[in-house]
């Protein structure tokens, strides 16, 4: 249990210690400011702390998101301050720093909490201030200011600003306005039941993979069901986080399902499609293929600007300019955000052309949509990039690098290599070598293998200079496009059945590997270990490798070669990622940019 000690003279009729121990915290009371430093050395080092001055008058949901908000060490609103076990010596040196310089008694006079949140600030400590909006948190000095603070929080339905804080910030229009405006009341009906985030986004995953069984019985009947059910999990995918922000039940391995179920999620409803067209006489699996590789590298894109330019300084451009005044255009932000076909009217899309007409036109209609989104976001990144004077700094070179997945063969290359001027330009040399060879020569030919080894080369001289040029973000998708695309184009002219479904099952393994790495540099863990990238030969390996048995092997051998590659990759890659997300060191990554 947490602790709250309540420093100051009990004021008479106040809730406060009530509201403390509906929120969890067991209450104890000093009068002064030394006795508060006594009480705060007999608690446990292994259990949050909070300093609330006694005078405090605010909603609850204030001291809730001030004082129960598991994701940061230190945290406070006016009048309390609370610190996790990690933040406990910090708060500890800024409560006997100021009951010394206050000689103990300064109680009366000002709040303990906000001279101890000052001193912490002097010491440099990260004191997360939640934004409380029409919410209030305060310390009146007196009756009259004390009745005053009172009406303004009788004034403001603190339920109803719980509800809305529930919902993500920034989403798409077809989640605003489709889903959120009854998903938050599910939200909020799953806390009072006690159920966990954790709970609701395992029951999206299941949702999802039933609506990939339906898909796969072939009938009309089964795709519509498959559509009904696909909304639904998605309705639980907006509901799990709305729970998390509504009661505050954040986790590491919460943000790890939430990041990787979603496209679980898809990839699976994809190989359902595919399974299902496939009992109706039509082999869609090459379409699946492409519409998981598409959607794979749209989000590399955004991954690899978002880190080039997470802490860039000189970060402006026209470009960027002309994209702030469009969103002071309320109409304009909307049809901007349905163009890139975020989550919400991507599965909405899916789930009605399932339900309406064949997997063949669902999937043709998705690569159409994707291809124009990534063409429309990915022109105006480059734009910005091109039209912006920045300078990128040795941690966003750093995060590409990690994000390129480079292995053992371009890292002893790229030693020995005389590097282009530009990485980008030897990224994209390199993946036209791979992917057209791979798909123009005839099964069996070698010269794939050609060009993979000219990949390989090209590879390594993208990976001998930093990526911190204007356009080097584009070095991780275009290894990503060369990887995925040749295992597509070897598995399709392979002619045998079963070749792309295992080819899918293999991308969709290296993707999760893909998606890892990036999580675990959003939660500033770096990269995966280099034994992991190493036993799976990065990038480059495992293009040449493919190629390599694409002309060494018969269709037949080479469809159960890649399924046993597929195995292999995916065992690896989920032993080393469960173990990682689920240990003590992981960090929580809680996603409420732009929906993807």
Avoid at 188 to 210: E, F, K, Y
Wanted: aromatic share 8%; hydrophobic share 50%; net charge neutral.
């Amino acid at each position: 249990m947490s602790t709250a000690i309540v420093t100051g003279q009990p004021v008479p009729g106040s809730s406060l210690e009530n509201d403390l121990r509906s929120l969890g915290f067991d209450v104890r009371a000093a009068t002064d400011a030394l006795e508060a430093e006594s009480l705060l050395a007999a608690v446990p080092a292994d259990r949050r702390v909070a300093l609330v001055d006694a005078r405090f008058v605010g909603h609850l949901h204030a001291l809730r998101l001030g004082l129960t908000d598991p994701r940061f060490p230190l945290a406070a609103v006016p009048g309390a301050v609370t610190a996790q076990p990690a933040a406990r010596q910090a708060l500890t040196r800024a409560l006997a720093r100021e009951t010394s310089a206050g000689g103990g008694t300064a109680v009366v006079v000002d709040s303990v909490a906000d001279r101890v949140v000052t001193a912490l600030d002097a010491d440099g400590g990260a004191v997360h201030r939640p934004e409380l909006g029409s919410l209030v948190a305060a310390v009146p000095e007196d009756p009259q200011a004390r009745n005053e603070v009172r009406q303004a929080v009788a004034a403001v339905d603190d339920e109803a600003v719980r509800l809305k804080s529930a919902v993500k910030s920034r989403d798409g229009f077809f989640t605003t306005f489709f889903i959120s405006p009854y998903s938050r009341y599910i939200a909020r009906w799953c806390a009072r039941r006690g159920l966990t985030p954790n709970q609701v986004t395992t029951a999206s995953l299941l949702t999802a993979l039933i609506a990939a069984g339906c898909a796969a019985t072939g009938t009309r009947a089964g795709f519509v069901a498959a559509g009904v059910l696909l909304i639904a999990s998605f309705v639980l995918d907006c509901t799990d986080g709305q729970l998390a922000r509504y009661a505050l039940k954040y986790s590491t391995l919460g943000a790890w399902l939430d990041a990787t179920f979603d496209r679980a999620k898809e990839y699976a409803y994809y190989a359902g499609l595919a399974l299902g067209a496939a009992r109706g006489g039509d082999d869609v699996w090459a379409l699946a293929l492409g519409a998981m590789i598409l959607q794979t590298c749209r989000h590399v894109v955004d991954f690899s600007f978002n880190e080039a330019n997470h802490d860039a300084t000189a970060n402006t451009s026209p470009t960027a300019a002309l994209s702030d005044k469009l969103d002071s255009v309320g109409w304009t932000v909307w049809l901007r955000r349905m163009i890139v076909l975020p989550i919400g009217e991507r599965w909405a899309m899916i789930a009605v052309l399932t339900a309406a007409t064949t997997p063949r036109i669902t999937f043709y209609v998705l690569l159409i949509g994707c291809a124009f989104a990534a063409t429309y976001t990915t022109a105006g990144r480059v734009l910005r990039s091109l039209t912006r004077k920045a300078e990128r700094t040795d941690r966003a070179a750093k995060a590409l690098a990690d994000l390129a997945d480079s292995g053992p063969l371009a890292e002893a290359l790229s030693r020995i290599a005389l590097p282009l001027r530009t990485p980008v330009a030897s990224a994209l040399m390199g993946t036209a070598a791979v992917v057209l060879t791979a798909c123009l020569a005839p099964y069996g030919s070698w010269l794939p293998v050609l060009g993979a080894v000219f990949y390989v080369a090209f590879s390594a001289l993208a990976a001998a200079r930093p990526l911190t040029g204007a356009l080097d973000w584009l070095v991780p998708p275009l290894f990503r496009a060369a990887e995925y695309g040749t295992v597509l184009a070897l598995a399709s002219k392979a002619g045998v059945n079963g070749t792309l479904p295992a080819a899918f099952g293999l991308v969709a393994a290296v993707a999760y590997h893909h998606y890892d790495t990036v999580y675990r540099i959003r939660g500033n863990a770096g990269a995966p270990p280099a034994w992991l990238v190493r036993a799976i030969g990065g990038q480059e390996g495992r293009t040449l490798l493919v190629t390599v048995l694409a002309a060494l092997l018969t269709a037949s051998q080479f469809k159960v070669a890649l399924t046993v590659l597929a195995v292999a990759v995916a065992l690896v890659v989920l032993v080393e990622s469960i173990r990682f997300w689920v240990s003590a060191g992981a960090p929580a990554v809680h996603d409420e940019g732009e929906p993807a």
